[in-house]
């Protein structure tokens, strides 16, 4: 999900990586509950649980994000990506492959 503003005024937010379709996504992801359309977009994802490990029957979301130029620059410059969650969301970590991102525990 991605926030439509980043004030309590509604100004809208465009300094932020664009989400993106991926080829494994089965499932919009919505905003969390309390929230809605008009203040955090709903993104594709890919919802699954885990099948093993210590982290056994899990709920996971994996959604993808798409950096532009200014973005790609500042990470090659060694730049740090900063997460933001809205709405009390589980851990999260960061990573550029599907695969790695969807082999938890």
Known sequence: MV?????PCGAPRTNVMT?????????????PVGMD????????????????GNLDGCIFVVTA???DAEELRQLMLGNPVFL???????????TTNFKNASSIA
């Open 19 to 31: 989400p993106t379709f991926f080829p494994e996504a089965n499932k919009p992801f919505g905003p």
């Open 65 to 67: 994000w798409q950096p």
């Open 84 to 94: 933001t969650c809205i709405g009390g969301l589980f851990p999260h970590f960061i």
């Open 3 to 7: 926030s439509i503003s980043n004030s």
């Open 37 to 52: 359309e008009s203040q955090v977009q709903t993104v594709h994802a890919y919802i699954g649980e885990t099948t093993h």
